[in-house]
């Protein structure tokens, strides 16, 4: 039987496996981004962190510093001298920009984590494309867009794929890594490896609505936010529900709102939009109504439920 706990906390400070990728480039310094930043300064990679806004780059050198002292803290709790110098190792390799042509000039590899929108990932690649070296593979962090999509606007076509994380970054150990149609093998295997090498054990999954993971999780978060909408149950009592009754370390809408309610809307509307016969993806009223209030859940301090702002 998996248990839950153990799959989540297990962190490994240094890789294991060797990447022949060094430098790496993540473009959103949010939530993921500054995650996907933080395990591959682990892994002793160079690592470029991109926003344009300078604001979400100070709070994310906040949250990586925080972060990798709590992993620290597990790894080397005997030895806080050693723990230390994890952190600063790690903290002295990432670097920050908030002009993405001029971050992948010299990268190996870029990850992209922006928001969950084609247009505005269509819009990154098209310049990305121009500036990056020709060895540079790309890939989307994308929850729910379509890899081949994406990566129609770029020429590198063999070179672009998808690296799905889970959030958060530095705890969940799996990653989706995604082939494209184009997507070559030695791109592929680049891929996987270097997914490795920061201490994630790697999946694939055809380029397919949510990949395996959040094609299962978000229809039942999205259930569950109906299940709230209706009044069958208090949002607390569908939590215990199915944390005490399922296992789950996180009941649905505690998770809707560590994602983020934004990223929860974005992933239905889009595939709403793609799929209007699937009823499970249909508009969800009081998650549209949460959003376009600004609550967000856990990132702007209210959602389904109310936290300290951080
Ligand atoms: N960085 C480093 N360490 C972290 C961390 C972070 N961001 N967050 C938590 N931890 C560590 C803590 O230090 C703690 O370590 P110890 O056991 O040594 O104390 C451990 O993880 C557990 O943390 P907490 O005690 O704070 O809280 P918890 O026991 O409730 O666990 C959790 C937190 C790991 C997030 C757990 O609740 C969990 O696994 N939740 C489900 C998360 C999940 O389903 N994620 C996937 C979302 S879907 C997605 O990401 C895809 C998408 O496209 C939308
Ligand atoms: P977020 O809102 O926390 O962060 C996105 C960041 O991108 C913001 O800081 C924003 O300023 C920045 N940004 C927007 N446009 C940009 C541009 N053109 N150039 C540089 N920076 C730009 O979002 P997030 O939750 O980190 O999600 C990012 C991506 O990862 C999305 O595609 C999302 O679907 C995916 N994802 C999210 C989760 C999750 O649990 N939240 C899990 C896996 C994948």
């Keep these: 039987m998996i248990h839950f706990g153990i799959i989540a906390r297990n962190f490994s400070s240094t ?8 430098n790496v480039t993540v473009i959103g310094g949010g939530l993921m981004g500054s995650g996907i ?18 604001d979400v780059l100070t709070k994310a050198q906040k949250s990586i510093t925080n972060n990798l002292g709590r992993v620290a803290k597990k790894i080397y709790k005997d030895n806080p001298q050693e723990g230390e110098k994890f952190v600063a190792g790690a ?31 269509h819009d990154l690649f098209k310049k990305l494309d121009e500036a990056a070296p ?10 729910s867009l379509s890899i ?4 129609s606007v770029v020429k590198r076509k063999d070179k672009f794929g998808g690296l799905h994380f889970f959030n958060p970054v530095p705890v969940m150990r799996l990653l989706e890594v995604i082939r494209g149609a184009d997507t070559s093998e030695e791109t592929y295997s680049a891929m996987m490896q270097w997914g490795k090498s920061v201490g994630k054990t790697c999946v694939t ?12 999780l978000v229809p039942y978060i999205a259930e569950a936010i109906r299940l709230y909408e209706r009044g069958d149950a208090s949002a607390r009592d569908i939590d215990i529900a199915m944390k005490l009754g399922a296992g789950y370390p996180m009941g649905p809408l505690e998770l809707a709102d560590y994602v983020g309610l934004d990223t ?13 016969n699937e009823p499970l993806f249909n508009p969800i009223p009081v998650l ?3 959003v376009a209030e600004g609550k967000l859940g856990v990132k702007t301090g209210e959602g389904f439920y109310k936290y300290d702002k951080k």
Excluded at 37 to 54: C, E, H, I, Y
Excluded at 134 to 143: C, G, K, P, V
Excluded at 205 to 216: A, E, H, S
């Design 15 to 22: 890789a294991a496996v060797q990447s022949a990728i060094k």
């Design 37 to 54: 930043a933080q395990v591959a300064a682990q892994a002793g990679q160079n690592v470029t962190l991109v926003d344009v806004n300078n």
């Design 91 to 121: 903290l002295s390799k990432i670097k920050t920009n908030t002009d993405p042509v001029a971050a992948v000039k010299e990268t190996d590899l870029v990850v992209e984590a922006i928001v969950e929108n084609m247009k505005v990932k």
């Design 134 to 143: 020709s060895h540079t593979i790309f890939a989307s962090n994308t929850s």
């Design 148 to 151: 081949n999509e994406i990566g």
């Design 205 to 216: 999954c055809k380029d397919t609505p949510g990949f395996v993971v959040n094609r299962l």
């Design 264 to 276: 929860n809307k974005f992933i239905l509307d889009g595939w709403h939009a793609k799929y209007p």
């Design 288 to 290: 549209n109504k949460l």
